[in-house]
């Protein structure tokens, strides 16, 4: 238990919109690149919120990155350089090829970081999200403020009454909120339709 750790291990962070994730893994890069470890930092080009080639935390820090399509997209870019560390972002758009790639990364020594949304806005889970967090030898799942009663939050409620699974939005369409007031705001939507 006190030997060190080998240097692949699998780490996820995971939480609601507005929890801060991309703030905290900002923080995980910036400590890689003052370990001098060469890191590949991918995003999927389906998050386009900000910039397409930058990660931005709502506290104003970036870091530039790749934006991609696919999981092959990613293996692609890994295989083109010496790298030691993967980190993903919105890591819930990519599909579960991703899960094996990212295995196949920890046991040849490599340190994977993926971030992304645990559960969509109707608080189920991304399973991509889900089975990474089961092989992660580490996961930090963040909490948010909830809009409505200042409780902890960790579910995104959207706003707009689009049932699409994704659906691209920032605060003009997603808010965070805690459990209760998640169901309270889906009740509440329920009745507008009905009336
Ligand atoms: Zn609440």
């Known amino acids: 238990m006190y030997r060190k750790y080998s240097s692949g291990i699998i780490e996820?962070?995971?939480?609601?919109?507005?929890s801060g994730k991309t703030e905290e893994l900002i923080k995980r890069i910036t400590v890689l690149s003052y370990s001098?470890?060469?890191?590949?930092?991918?995003?999927?080009?389906?998050?386009?919120?900000?910039?397409?080639?930058?990660?931005?935390?709502?506290?104003?820090?970036?870091?530039?990155?790749?934006?991609?399509?696919?999981?092959?997209?990613?293996?692609?870019?890994?295989?083109?350089?010496?790298y030691k560390a993967l980190v993903i972002d919105e890591a819930q758009f990519f599909d579960e090829s991703l899960i094996d790639f990212v295995e196949e990364l920890a046991v040849k020594g490599?340190?994977?970081?993926?971030?992304?949304?645990?559960q969509d806005f109707r608080r189920k889970p991304f399973k991509i999200i889900a089975n990474l967090m089961a092989i992660a030898d580490q996961v930090t799942k963040l909490k948010a403020v909830c809009l409505s009663c200042k409780n902890a939050a960790s579910c995104s409620f959207r706003t707009s009454l689009s049932q699409?699974?994704?659906?691209?939005?920032?605060?003009?369409?997603?808010?965070?909120?805690?459990?209760?007031?998640?169901?309270?705001?889906?009740?509440h939507q329920k009745n507008k339709k009905i009336s």
Do not use: W
């Not at 996820?12 to 507005?18: A, E, I, K």
């Not at 506290?59 to 870019?77: A, F, M, Q």
């Not at 970081?113 to 645990?118: E, S």
């Open 12 to 18: 996820v962070v995971t939480g609601p919109m507005f």
């Open 36 to 82: 001098e470890i060469p890191t590949l930092i991918v995003k999927p080009v389906i998050d386009n919120r900000f910039s397409h080639n930058e990660i931005f935390s709502r506290n104003g820090r970036s870091i530039k990155c790749y934006s991609v399509d696919t999981v092959d997209d990613i293996k692609e870019l890994f295989r083109q350089q010496n």
């Open 110 to 118: 490599i340190r994977v970081i993926a971030c992304g949304l645990d």
């Open 164 to 187: 699409e699974t994704i659906e691209i939005g920032d605060t003009n369409k997603y808010e965070a909120r805690c459990r209760l007031c998640h169901q309270n705001g889906l009740n």
